[in-house]
């Protein structure tokens, strides 16, 4: 079996597709490519990546770099090809951190379903189901995050993780509103995307040990491990870090050295792909550390993660990106999150959902195809 013919398709989301109520309020609101190998024995491996700044970009550089190196080549050859990118990274390509993913992801996808198993299965099932967190965007109020977090909570869901948008008093008043919203027993984070000073990490985080939030996230841009290291020694509060260290495992093998992280992040899209995935969370693992599995901000490749996530023991949560409907495209349906907040990996083999290829089709600004 090899890989035969590589498919993208630029597509632009139209805002129509949107809830009126929801339309313009996406601040995330970027293109996808689709992406579909096919081999010479029919099967197809399905992926889609981010084209945040620019589509023509993100197909550039998946036709002129990468194409080449998976044509006629096996997709069981998965971890050679995944290094292979690293050394033509390393050689002055300088993948965008989002572009490496989904082509590892359309190989485990062929591979799956060549094996008649749903993904998770074929990478060694741990369990099949998770319990969500709502994770909002960020907001212009406070209010705005109360009933937010008071409406996922009346679906069912469990928790909620909140990004506050600073200065860091502001986030502190936040928390204390949110706490005393929503209760004692409710689950609540908060991933402020920020760059507090330490002083101010120490005091937000000895807030939130007092509210009793699960962790907190992203207190500082992810090189600043001297800030980690030290919030870390100073809270009983897990700090979660991670999602956008570059450099795959090896550059999350730097943090869980120097301990600057009590909880690392990955996914599939911006950690190079299932493969990439699952050796950060084998590497946490083996230093008695949780994989929290990030967001890929596509709801397909959030099944992917899924799937990763139901084949590793250390992750306790799926983070679910809501206003849903934001994220959807352009998967087929809505994520599967039963009315007690768990959401359960589909059973169909590969990645087990389908992609809306009317609405690829009928959003499509560019389609490329190369064979051999």
Not at 160 to 171: A, C, L, M, S
Not at 288 to 309: K, Q
Not at 332 to 342: E, R, T, V
Request: negative net charge.
């Amino acid at each position: 079996m090899i890989i035969q013919k590589i498919e993208t398709w630029w597509v632009r989301r139209d805002k129509c597709l949107f809830d009126d109520k929801r339309k313009g309020k996406s601040a995330m609101d970027w293109d996808v490519l689709v992406l579909k190998l096919t081999t010479d024995t029919g099967i197809e491996g399905i992926a889609t990546a981010l084209a945040a700044r620019s589509g023509n970009v993100t197909e550039a550089y998946i036709m002129d770099n990468i194409a080449p190196v998976v044509l006629g080549r096996s997709p069981y050859d998965r971890e050679k090809i995944w290094h292979e990118f690293w050394n033509i990274d390393r050689h002055l390509t300088f993948f965008p951190v989002y572009l490496p993913g989904p082509i590892d992801v359309a190989l485990w996808d062929i591979c799956a379903k060549a094996a008649g198993l749903p993904l998770y299965q074929y990478l060694g099932a741990y369990r099949e189901q998770l319990p969500v967190y709502a994770s909002g965007l960020f907001h212009t109020s406070e209010q705005e995050y109360i009933d937010e977090a008071l409406y996922y909570q009346a679906r069912g869901i469990k928790c909620y993780k909140v990004h506050p948008p600073g200065p860091f008093e502001t986030d502190m008043r936040i928390h204390e509103n949110l706490r005393k919203a929503m209760g004692d027993d409710f689950g609540l984070m908060s991933d402020p995307v920020a760059e507090y000073t330490l002083d101010e990490a120490i005091k937000v985080g000895r807030q939130l040990e007092r509210l009793n939030y699960i962790w907190l996230e992203e207190p500082f841009r992810d090189f600043e491990l001297y800030k980690y290291t030290e919030l870390c020694k100073a809270l009983d509060l897990p700090i979660a870090a991670t999602e956008t260290t570059r450099g795959c495992h090896w550059g999350v093998a730097q943090v869980i050295n120097q301990k600057a992280a009590d909880i690392v992040r990955a996914d599939v899209s911006w950690k190079c792909g299932i493969t990439g995935t699952m050796k950060i969370a084998h590497l946490a693992e083996s230093f008695g550390l949780n994989c929290e599995v990030h967001t890929t901000t596509m709801n397909y490749m959030d099944i992917v993660n899924l799937h990763v996530s139901c084949a590793i023991r250390n992750c306790k949560w799926f983070e679910y990106f809501v206003p849903e409907e934001d994220f959807q495209f352009p998967m087929k349906g809505l994520l599967p999150i039963d009315a007690d907040g768990n959401i359960t990996v589909p059973k169909a083999p590969g990645v087990g959902v389908e992609l809306d290829w009317e609405l690829i089709h009928n959003n499509c600004v560019s389609y490329k195809v190369l064979s051999c």
